[in-house]
């Protein structure tokens, strides 16, 4: 009997003693609080880290660790922690200015400038958020002024499926002024595949002066289809010149250089120049002019003859609704294609027209959709047809932007494209749809 007594006092303080290790393994969330307030960081965070493990994913823990870590001079930690904050609370705004003001310290001005303007889009803030944000966007807009060389860049990489991977014509048989009737084979008739696509670019701007830079950049687009790899195609695109910036305007003034291919052989090449104008009349409207000259020449002997010189000018009127949440764009643009070495169907004169609307619809979510139109006729009399070529085109994208990290965006989205001509062999349309994920550096 005595003995069991022993044993159950042992196994009673046993328990105490596991009892007590538990209570005190828990963070003082009281006294970080009140270290925090009286300006002893460094020790809430010394107070806390240790606990990390345990309570992260807890809103109050960790909204004084990452409080703590910032005030301490460890943005970095501080935005990982925020991070963890604003996945359970989206819409914690005093954390998202506290995640501005981490990447502030930490010199990335970028994400930073990103955050503070998503905070002023909120029409209710708290008192002194507003004027905070203010004053750290108009300290990174001086600061950019200072920093000579800025470089971006994007990665986007897509699987998708082309109902018409050659953009062919579904008639048949094609009908010829003469009377003969030519049936396409069936290799020549649309065909449905997927594809992988991948877009890279990016673009480094060098200050000059106080409004003068000079810009390089390039882009990259390559879609590989599955079956029908005699389709696959790629495009490089360069671009360099010079921009000027003053409070209302943007003046680009450069050249532009490309190369297409087909197969993985050189199709085409591309050199010209090319203007934009850009002028702010407000904080939700902004017109812009365009133009550009270029020489396209086909690197095929064969194709020699469908070599062009193009000339395009434009206008566009941006439009911003619901503080920034919205935006609409509308341009319109008027060119000609100059026949330089006796073209089938001549030299060509066409419009266009193109309406693209994007809005957020929360936080991470956003909805887009782009209508565009184009006429076009040919001066040249089309022996096999007798006629002049017209054609028609037009298309419609709706998609889906929703951020899944930092500068990470998944894309999916639906392309129609229809093209109406009275040559046969350029009426045809197209069904693409898409997934994309979206990487800016």
Do not use: C
């Amino acid at each position: 009997m005595k003995k069991l007594t022993v044993a159950r006092w042992l196994n009673f303080l046993a328990m105490l003693l596991f009892v007590g290790s538990a209570v005190a393994a828990q963070p003082n969330i009281s006294k970080a609080k009140a270290l925090i307030q009286a300006g002893k960081p460094a020790e809430a965070y010394t107070l806390l880290e240790p606990f990390e493990f345990e309570y992260a994913g807890n809103v109050e823990y960790d909204y004084l660790l990452g409080t703590a870590a910032l005030n301490s001079g460890n943005p970095g930690k501080a935005t990982l922690v925020f991070e963890r904050v604003l996945a359970m609370e989206p819409r914690y705004v005093g954390v998202r200015a506290d995640m501005a003001r981490a990447y502030f310290e930490m010199g990335d001005y970028v994400r930073s400038k990103i955050e503070f303007e998503t905070i002023l889009v909120i029409q209710s803030l708290p008192v002194g958020i507003r004027e905070q944000a203010q004053i750290y966007i108009a300290a990174i807009n001086k600061g950019a002024e200072v920093k000579n060389t800025v470089y971006t860049g994007y990665l986007d990489l897509g699987f998708g499926h082309d109902n018409n991977v050659n953009s062919s014509t579904k008639q048949s048989p094609i009908n010829f002024a003469s009377g003969y009737m030519y049936f396409p084979p069936s290799t020549d008739l649309p065909k449905s595949d997927t594809y992988t696509s991948l877009t890279l670019g990016g673009e480094v701007n060098h200050k000059l002066g106080a409004a003068w830079s000079a810009y390089g950049g390039a882009d990259m687009r390559v879609r590989a289809y599955s079956q029908y790899k005699d389709s696959n195609y790629e495009m490089i695109d360069l671009r360099t010149g010079f921009n000027y910036v003053d409070q209302a305007h943007l003046l680009r003034l450069g050249m532009i250089a490309g190369r297409f291919y087909v197969a993985e052989i050189t199709s085409r090449n591309n050199i010209g120049a090319s203007g934009e104008w850009r002028y702010t009349l407000n904080n939700s409207d902004q017109l812009s002019m365009n133009g550009q000259y270029a020489q396209y020449r086909f690197t095929d002997p064969a194709q020699a003859g469908e070599n062009y010189d193009q000339s395009v000018i434009g206008a566009g009127w941006m439009i911003a609704f619901s503080g920034g949440k919205s935006t609409l764009m509308l341009n319109a643009n008027t060119g000609s294609e100059r026949d330089v070495n006796n073209r089938t169907d001549g030299g060509k004169r066409y419009n266009s027209l193109r309406i693209f609307g994007q809005s957020a619809l929360t936080d991470t979510v956003g909805a887009f959709v782009s209508l565009g139109a184009m006429s076009g006729t040919f001066d040249k009399l089309n022996s096999s047809f007798q006629l002049h070529r017209k054609d028609e085109l037009y298309d419609a994208t709706v998609g889906s932007t929703i951020q899944i990290a930092k500068m990470t965006t998944l894309r999916p989205q639906l392309t129609y494209m229809k093209s109406i001509s009275n040559v046969a062999f350029y009426d045809f349309d197209k069904t693409d749809y898409s997934l994309n994920l979206r990487h800016d550096f």
